[in-house]
């Protein structure tokens, strides 16, 4: 049977999870939107960064569009090198599968049928992945890494309660 879990996603709601979640939950998130511009994708980083320097953690930001391509990116000094591809793949998992990375890390760490996510190319179930919404539509994502789990999505919630 299929465990489904209840997330609260940055879209502003609940929505139900299993491994991808599938059905009425997904068509209850936001459309995609127009591309996020670099004047807006900087807004989203500024605060992420600041997040980061408050708490001395070193982080790279990405900002892609809703299609995954890369629209922002910048790295604190002495970030960890592995941290620039990961950010950029945590942004490009939230905008492609319209979630936070965190709810694909909460499906695996499940188990069960939540497993399959481990196959499903360009899925980073790893928090710090999130989708930015504007005018209720999703017009991209940010990815942070550098730091824990746990503290690369703080950095990224406070990039993307930038732009609501």
Request: aromatic content about 4%.
């Amino acid at each position: 049977m299929l465990k489904k879990i209840a997330v609260r996603s940055a879209l502003g709601g609940l929505f139900v999870a299993g491994p991808l979640a599938s059905g009425p939950a997904l068509n209850a998130q936001a459309p995609y939107g127009a591309p996020i511009s670099l004047e807006n994708a900087k807004k989203a980083a500024a605060p992420a960064l600041a997040e980061a320097t408050k708490n001395h953690w070193n982080m790279a930001v990405a900002v892609v569009d809703p299609s995954g391509n890369l629209v922002y990116y910048e790295k604190m000094d002495d970030t960890q090198l592995g941290s620039a591809k990961v950010a950029i793949d945590k942004a490009r998992s939230a905008a492609l599968f319209k979630r936070p990375t965190k709810a694909l890390q909460d499906a695996l760490a499940a188990g069960g049928e939540g497993l399959r996510l481990l196959k499903i190319q360009g899925a980073v179930p790893v928090e710090g992945g999130i989708p930015l919404v504007m005018e209720g539509k999703i017009v991209g994502a940010i990815g942070v890494s550098g730091g824990s789990s746990a503290q690369d999505g703080q950095c990224a919630q406070a990039g993307a309660a930038a732009l609501k």
